[in-house]
């Protein structure tokens, strides 16, 4: 009922059927429900509600309650904003290889969005490079930035240009701009 497939949709109705399976500890629904709540989709928004469906979720190791946990805790909505348990649940989702986490905790160490506003080129690359082997295109453009400008790796211009083709091919602007410049 919330994507309205084969159904009209119906946020009610699908309030009803994800807080029946989320009871039931389907840790997909516990995640779908946090998200209604955090949108107010069918509810009125909850924030601190959402971010208990999200932990809920996230005890199970469902990559999207970790992913939207570590969200709400780089944010602060729901809770008190602490990029420690940001980049604590983001690490769990990137080890159990989702690529948006891993882009994420690439951007966090690239711009020192860090609990001591440190950056770390290194990993950041390492979190970029994670996720632009999955295919994830903003981390393929963030991995030619490295090999670019050295940032975390030695700089070499062929990887850049294959990283920049790779994002482009997915339709990434950015990248179509930076291929366009080097012509």
């Known amino acids: 009922y919330a994507n309205g497939h084969g159904v009209t949709r119906d946020y009610v109705k699908a309030i009803k059927y994800y807080a029946m399976a989320a009871d039931a500890g389907d840790a997909a629904a ?28 996230a005890q199970q190791k469902n990559v999207g309650g970790l992913n939207n946990l570590a969200f709400c805790y780089y944010h602060g909505y729901g809770v008190k904003q602490s990029m420690d348990m940001a980049i604590r649940y983001y ?26 506003n440190k ?8 979190y970029f490079q994670q996720s632009a082997l999955q295919g994830n295109a903003d981390a393929q453009l963030s991995l030619g930035f490295c090999y670019e400008y050295a940032y975390g790796v030695s700089k070499n211009f062929r990887k850049a240009n294959d990283m920049y083709k790779r994002s482009a091919d997915q339709g990434n602007l950015q990248a179509l701009k930076i291929l366009d410049r080097d012509q």
């Open 30 to 57: 516990q995640n779908n429900l946090g998200l209604c709540y955090r949108r107010g989709f069918g509810v009125k928004v909850d924030l601190q509600k959402a971010v208990q469906y999200f932990k809920l979720s």
């Open 91 to 116: 690490e769990i989702c990137a080890e159990l290889g989702d690529p948006v986490s891993q882009y994420t905790l690439g951007t966090i160490y690239y711009f020192g969005n860090t609990p001591k």
């Open 119 to 126: 950056k770390n080129f290194k990993k950041a690359f390492n």
